[in-house]
């Protein structure tokens, strides 16, 4: 039997979402809850918004890698086009975007004008293990999402019973990795553990 540690979420330490930012004027936008894995379910509110305004709901990333010698660069994507309310307010749930681990803004824009912003971390979560059991050899495969691209969230350490396996990087596959390896060891549990890293 093979056991991924820490339940369902990896958090980087360090990064934490902003609960609500303005933008110019009185406009505010929050998003409930602020952090979890790709796909949470969130609620997204904003207030002092121009009323009856069609705006944009803007979720912002980065692409690229650092070993190409391209580098990387922010990118904003438009996950869709709201209609703001006539006491200038918006409420809308929010699937979180397949993508980076780590902090990501979310705005309402107006044209090239941001009216409103917050903020949303993305955990790095174990999506699957499969097989979770058979002899010693078996090929096994581990998927995260999730995994980030900063310095310290780009990088994940890999341990099979406290020793060293190696390590994975997802910033090129957009924080989607797979992870193969063969089980080893005498029958019963082993511990699959993935520690966060710094990038050099």
């Known amino acids: ?9 990896l958090v980087a330490s360090g990064t ?34 121009p009323p009856d305004a069609l705006v944009s709901l803007v979720w912002e990333t980065q692409v690229g890698n650092r070993v190409s010698g391209s580098g990387f660069a922010a990118q904003e994507n438009e996950i869709t086009k709201l209609t703001v309310g006539p006491d200038g307010r918006v409420s809308v749930p929010v699937a979180v975007p397949d993508d980076l681990g780590g902090l990501h803004g979310v705005s309402i824009r107006s044209g090239d004008k941001t009216l ?8 790095t979560s174990i999506v699957s293990i499969t097989p979770t059991s058979g002899p010693a050899g078996t090929p096994v495969t581990v998927r995260l999402k999730g995994v980030g691209w900063t310095d310290y969230d780009n990088i994940y350490v890999l341990t099979y019973d406290n020793a060293y396996m190696g390590y994975v ?8 990795v797979v992870v193969n390896f063969r089980a080893a060891g005498p029958p019963g549990v082993h511990l699959i553990d993935f520690y966060p890293g710094i990038y050099q």
Do not use: K, M, W, Y
């Open 1 to 9: 039997f093979f056991s991924a540690a820490s339940a369902h979420t």
């Open 16 to 49: 934490r979402g902003s609960p609500s930012t303005a933008g110019s004027g009185a406009a505010s936008l929050s998003i409930s809850p602020s952090q979890g894995p790709v796909q949470t379910r969130t609620l997204l509110e904003g207030s002092g918004l």
């Open 116 to 123: 409103a912003r917050t903020h949303f971390v993305i955990e």
């Open 169 to 176: 990087c997802g910033f090129n596959s957009q924080g989607d």
